[in-house]
């Protein structure tokens, strides 16, 4: 199912009713233009292994290539893996750059630029659903591992071209490793279990979704004919 933000309408209200703003105008197209980086990567890295699968081999097709050490195969297992981590870099992207609308339009008095974190901004927003779908999304699981993966990743790799097939469980892909990752020091370290690469990509994607639900939420907060229109 496909969720639609009307950014055009939102931009075009900014334009209207605050022109003297014109940096915040320059937003809405920011992340209509991280949206469309976010689906060319998600369909690179799903499409990857896709001549190497076939339905119901049982990922015969891909434990045959991933031994025979095929070129292609090699490179495909590269481009799911680049894939992959351009996605979430894109999508926490995203949510920063969300977060600097959010503040902006929706804060009475707004914070300063670098302190507009997504965290920050739900927390200092005035009750509203947009506040408690944005402290929502901040809490869940896969927000803060895409968080975690994007700065554990500056230091190590996580996902690596090492494809494996698990029969067991009829699936076969990339792993990302286990990890741990404290975000204060105020709660305790969390551990994140080893997944699938796939499985990753959709739940990032997932993440990027609820971020659109959010954009539906901003519009009606500060403007309730953009999403009528």
């Known amino acids: 199912m496909t969720t639609t933000w009307k950014l055009r309408q939102l931009q075009e209200w900014i334009e209207t009713t605050r022109p003297e703003d014109s ?21 690179l890295a799903r499409d990857a292994f896709a001549e190497f699968k076939q339905p119901d081999d049982n990922n015969y097709k891909m434990f045959v290539a991933m031994m025979s050490f095929e ?9 799911h893996e680049a894939n992959i981590i351009a996605t979430i870099h894109t999508v926490r992207n995203y949510a920063d750059i969300f977060a600097q609308l959010a503040n902006t339009l929706a804060m009475p008095i707004p914070l300063p630029e670098r302190d ?12 509203s659903a947009l506040k408690q779908g944005m402290l929502a999304l901040n809490s869940s699981y ?55 690469g796939h499985d990753l990509l959709e739940e990032t994607y997932s993440v990027y979704r609820r971020i659109l639900e959010l954009g539906q939420e901003l519009n009606e907060h500060v403007c309730p004919d953009c999403e009528a229109n």
Request: aromatic share 14%.
């Open 116 to 127: 507009s974190t997504f965290g920050r901004v739900a927390d200092k927003l005035p009750e």
């Open 142 to 196: 896969w927000f803060r591992y895409l968080a975690a993966f994007s700065n554990i990743s500056k230091h190590r790799r996580l996902l690596e071209s090492k494809p494996s097939v698990s029969f067991e469980e009829g699936v076969s892909g990339l792993r990302v490793e286990k990890f741990s990752y404290t975000f204060s020091s105020k709660e305790p370290e969390m551990e994140f279990p080893r997944c699938w």
């Open 23 to 43: 940096q915040t105008a320059e937003i809405p197209k920011s992340l209509s233009r991280s949206a469309l980086i976010v689906q060319y990567h998600a369909r």
């Open 71 to 79: 070129p292609d195969f090699s490179r495909a297992a590269l481009a």
